[in-house]
């Protein structure tokens, strides 16, 4: 049945907090994307009529997607070259959703994105619908096939796998930003002992480059060794310039509500640097830079004003 004008536009309006919805249960604009089309392809070949509720609809047939999606993505990601980590999303990006509570920007936090991977997709997807969009547990109960009961031992054991793996609680955002720019500082000063006051003592550095191009698998672990892999990648030189492909400008700047270093060439993203930073220092930091989950960031950076980079490494 073809769908009226009237039906479209009930799904465009839904389609921001789908897209939203869809990243948090994904870690990928890219296959949010995917999904949220796959839901307006069920909802065109639906009796639309007789749909008595569309947002709940929408966001059952978006989430059932998803669901299947992360256990088959569970399996790629066995095969995927190096460290799998989120795509990063930009400040202002309308598929970040809401920020407007505590629990809403927790959820959005490069952080908790990473280690949502660890929650089987249930968790997953009971976590973002209450923690992020408020779904009450009978509502969740609905749109999972699950009792009211069943969502509330979920959600539990979702926030209780999260709680371990997080670190102590971060710093506001000036402070936090302050802390970035100090980091540049130490970074490019080719010394190491600036960089390693600045970190927490069992700091921790890793990097996505999808086998595309070269970041380190396997954790950079504790204050010192963080500090002479950052100082070597800051540090000036030919081999740096060949490697990201010209002269890199580099800014302090917020993904996923953090804070981050965003490195730009030629007027494309090639890394972003999200970092989680606490009132002990920095305690972790998660490198970007395989080129495919980085094209949106890049269309982001290109549709917005920003100020003169921060630096110029080299």
């Given at each position: 049945?073809?769908?009226?004008?009237?039906?479209?536009?009930?799904?465009?309006?839904?389609?921001?907090?789908?897209?939203?919805?869809?990243?948090?249960?994904?870690?990928?604009?890219?296959?949010?994307?995917?999904?949220?089309?796959?839901?307006?392809?069920?909802?065109?070949?639906?009796?639309?009529?007789?749909?008595?509720?569309?947002?709940?609809?929408?966001?059952?047939?978006?989430?059932?997607?998803?669901?299947?999606?992360?256990?088959?993505?569970?399996?790629?990601?066995?095969?995927?070259?190096?460290?799998?980590?989120?795509?990063?999303?930009?400040?202002?990006?309308?598929?970040?959703?809401?920020?407007?509570?505590?629990?809403?920007?927790?959820?959005?936090?490069?952080?908790?994105?990473?280690?949502?991977?660890?929650?089987?997709?249930?968790?997953r997807a009971v976590y973002v619908l209450?923690?992020?969009?408020?779904?009450?547990?009978?509502?969740?109960?609905?749109?999972?096939?699950?009792?009211?009961?069943?969502?509330?031992?979920?959600?539990?054991?979702?926030?209780?796998?999260?709680?371990?793996?997080?670190?102590?609680?971060?710093?506001?955002?000036?402070?936090?930003?302050?802390?970035?720019?100090?980091?540049?500082?130490?970074?490019t000063s080719g010394r190491t002992e600036?960089?390693?006051?600045?970190?927490?003592?069992?700091?921790?550095?890793?990097?996505?480059?999808?086998?595309?191009?070269?970041?380190?698998?396997?954790?950079?672990?504790?204050?010192?060794?963080?500090?002479?892999?950052?100082?070597?990648?800051?540090?000036?030189?030919?081999?740096q310039r060949k490697l990201v492909g010209?002269?890199?400008?580099?800014?302090?700047?917020?993904?996923?509500?953090?804070?981050?270093?965003?490195?730009?060439?030629?007027?494309?993203?090639?890394?972003?640097?999200?970092?989680?930073?606490?009132?002990?220092?920095?305690?972790?930091?998660?490198?970007?830079?395989?080129?495919?989950?980085?094209?949106?960031?890049?269309?982001?950076?290109?549709?917005?004003?920003?100020?003169?980079?921060?630096?110029?490494?080299?």
């Open positions: 049945m073809a769908l009226t004008v009237h039906d479209v536009d009930r799904f465009e309006s839904s389609r921001p907090r789908l897209e939203a919805i869809a990243y948090r249960l994904l870690g990928s604009a890219s296959e949010a994307e995917d999904a949220v089309q796959e839901t307006f392809l069920r909802w065109q070949a639906a009796d639309v009529g007789r749909i008595q509720v569309p947002e709940a609809w929408l966001t059952k047939v978006l989430t059932n997607l998803c669901l299947t999606q992360l256990t088959s993505a569970r399996a790629r990601r066995e095969t995927y070259v190096g460290q799998w980590l989120p795509e990063p999303l930009l400040a202002g990006d309308p598929m970040l959703g809401p920020a407007d509570t505590a629990e809403q920007r927790e959820s959005l936090s490069y952080a908790v994105l990473t280690l949502l991977e660890r929650l089987s997709p249930n968790e209450r923690e992020a969009f408020d779904y009450a547990h009978r509502e969740i109960a609905e749109i999972l096939d699950l009792t009211e009961a069943a969502s509330q031992q979920i959600l539990h054991r979702a926030r209780k796998h999260l709680a371990a793996g997080r670190a102590r609680a971060e710093i506001d955002g000036a402070a936090a930003r302050r802390v970035v720019e100090e980091f540049l500082v130490a970074a600036p960089l390693v006051r600045l970190l927490t003592e069992d700091a921790f550095a890793i990097g996505d480059g999808g086998g595309k191009v070269p970041a380190r698998a396997k954790a950079f672990e504790g204050a010192l060794a963080v500090a002479k892999f950052m100082r070597g990648l800051f540090k000036p030189g030919t081999a010209g002269s890199p400008e580099v800014h302090v700047t917020t993904a996923n509500g953090g804070p981050a270093v965003l490195v730009v060439v030629d007027g494309r993203v090639i890394g972003v640097l999200c970092m989680e930073i606490t009132a002990d220092g920095i305690a972790a930091l998660r490198s970007q830079v395989n080129p495919d989950k980085l094209e949106r960031a890049t269309r982001r950076w290109a549709a917005t004003d920003h100020p003169e980079p921060r630096l110029r490494p080299f």
